[in-house]
């Protein structure tokens, strides 16, 4: 099994800055790409940002210039820096990864979520 551990998230002002941090760890053949989803209340879970294994990045359009999105191959983690945080950032963020894993002599991919961490912006 693999688990993911978020940590970072908190309680901020507006215009402030967080920095969620998740590391995987497991039975893990190869860490493929990895992101960032959020989920408010009522609606659904949304991409915030990914990346892959060679640090090609991508980004919601609602975080772009404000969050940044890295990883640490080495540590098996990812995180998140968010800037320039506004109320409408208040979310759950589910860290996800994409996970090859040896399965007797195969190689299968698996999806795995964390927990989620609460982040609460504040007007």
């Known amino acids: 099994q693999v688990q993911l551990v978020e940590s970072g998230g908190g309680l901020v002002h507006a215009g402030g800055s967080l920095r969620l941090s998740c590391a995987a760890a497991?039975?893990?053949?190869?860490?493929?790409?990895m992101g960032w989803y959020r989920q408010s209340p009522g609606k659904q879970r949304d991409l915030v940002a990914t990346?892959?294994?060679?640090?090609?990045?991508n980004y919601a359009n609602s975080v772009k210039g404000r969050f940044t999105i890295s990883r640490d191959n080495a540590k098996n983690a990812v995180y998140l820096q968010m800037d320039s945080l506004k109320p409408e950032d208040t979310a759950v963020y589910y860290c996800?990864?994409?996970?090859?894993?040896?399965?007797?002599?195969?190689?299968?991919?698996?999806?795995?979520w964390g927990q989620g961490t609460q982040v609460t912006v504040s007007s």
């Open positions: 996800n990864a994409n996970v090859t894993r040896m399965v007797f002599t195969a190689r299968i991919d698996y999806n795995y």
């Open positions: 497991g039975s893990i053949f190869r860490l493929n790409a």
């Open positions: 990346i892959t294994s060679g640090g090609s990045t």
